[in-house]
């Protein structure tokens, strides 16, 4: 079993309102992934402001500072989330070995990205 949060932050320049902020919150109910090759899909979106989440990839509508942060909970052996920039690996969430007993783990990631980029989870 595998929970799943994910919270998006984007530092906007000053000149910019507030009705353009970007920013999504997304989690996983429960789900297993068996290869670490999949992209990890939000089951459940919180909030998608600036519509840049599609529910498994997220889009860089404009450049900027962004924060992403992930949480995970697991009571599975050798299980971890990684965060990417396209196929650059930015971090890991590695609760360990798990079993039987549940461990989590959280990481961030602090990223520039320009207009078209895309930050997923692995």
Known sequence: ?????????????????????????????????????????????????????????????SPGLYLFYVSVMTNTRNSGIRIYKKSQQLTLAWPGMGSPQYNGASTSAAVWLDVGDQVFNQ
């Open 1 to 61: 079993m595998l929970h799943l949060l994910i919270i998006l932050f984007n530092t906007q320049l000053p000149s910019m309102s507030l009705i353009s902020a970007v920013g999504f919150t997304t989690r996983l109910r429960s789900a297993t992934y068996s290869s670490s090759s999949s992209i990890i899909q939000g089951s459940e979106i919180f909030y998608n402001g600036g519509k840049a989440y599609n529910g498994t990839v997220f889009t860089s509508p």
